[in-house]
């Protein structure tokens, strides 16, 4: 066989290879032994989300301390909030991307297409608990309930992402401890296969450096940046929750780990419900490239930022989508 054809049908095997390696199944993995008294159960983990984070940009997590009642009640108390007449949701509307409460109907975001939001502040949960809905009158008790055992859990998945780096698995713990749980609960509709309205909210990636995110059935499908484009949809695993890379995590790495670009497809045998809950550093407090990770051979990629930086910036990006962390990189060349 002449070489140019071998070279040519080896790129084809190759290209058919990474194809197929991208559509194989999305990592699950049992976080049980995170906590463990014995290094080596908790490295052996480690290793598994180390990489997950690298090849995939996301996971699924079981055994992982978030009881299932938080988890039902939180899905309960979105569904009762959502079904509540208009009139009582629209007292949470407000215009300012800054409040601390926010409900919102339409797509003045760029990337929301079909569906209605509660987006609230969750850590500490008494410093914002007492501006959340009262109606439907467990709807504190309930998602504040699942709020701090996710708060506890994303502690526990960044100190074994950042170990994963080679970083002290403390090196994250104080900002997320100080820093911003950022839930956004979203209400789809069923989607009509016959009106062509698939997308319930557009690619995106989210800040902060991860979410954790519950569905009540699936529609969630992700794309890592090495994935060619191909979608892979997020299976509903029962009591797992989803687990994603942000934009901050991709600075802190310096690179090494990207932010997961996501979207929401709308079902089109049911409504859907899912609850984000975005982790990052407090809303002033600047995310940079850790130094451990800089040097000559990986020179600092990108400009420090915080989530403020980020609200600013979310009104500048309806017409055509970037990623944030996109807009924060060095040109190195
Ligand atoms: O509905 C979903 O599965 C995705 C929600 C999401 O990406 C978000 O709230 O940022
Ligand atoms: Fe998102």
Known sequence: MPAAVSGRLLARTMASHHNHRQQRPLPVINIGRLGDKDPAARALVVEDIARACRDRGCFQVINHGVSKSAMDGALEAASEFFDMPADRKAAFACDDIRSPVRYDTSSRDGISKARSFLKHYANPIEDWVDSWPTQPPTYRKKMGKYAVEVQRLSVQLTGAIVEGLGLCPMYLEEKLGAGLQFMALNNYPQGSSRAGDTVGLAPHSDIGFISILLQSSPGLE?????????????????????????????????????????????????????????????????????EELVDERHPRMYRESSFHDFLDFLPTNVKAYRRFVETLKIDTA
């Not at 892979?232 to 670009?261: K, Q």
């Open 222 to 290: 992700v794309t890592h940046h090495d994935d060619g484009g191909i979608w892979t949809p997020v299976p509903s695993i029962p009591g797992a929750l989803h687990v994603h890379l942000g934009d901050h995590l991709e600075v802190l790495s310096n690179g090494r780990l990207r932010s997961l670009l996501h979207r929401a497809i709308l079902n089109t045998d049911e409504a859907r419900i899912s609850i984000a809950s975005i982790h990052g550093a407090a809303m002033d407090e600047k995310v940079r490239c850790a």
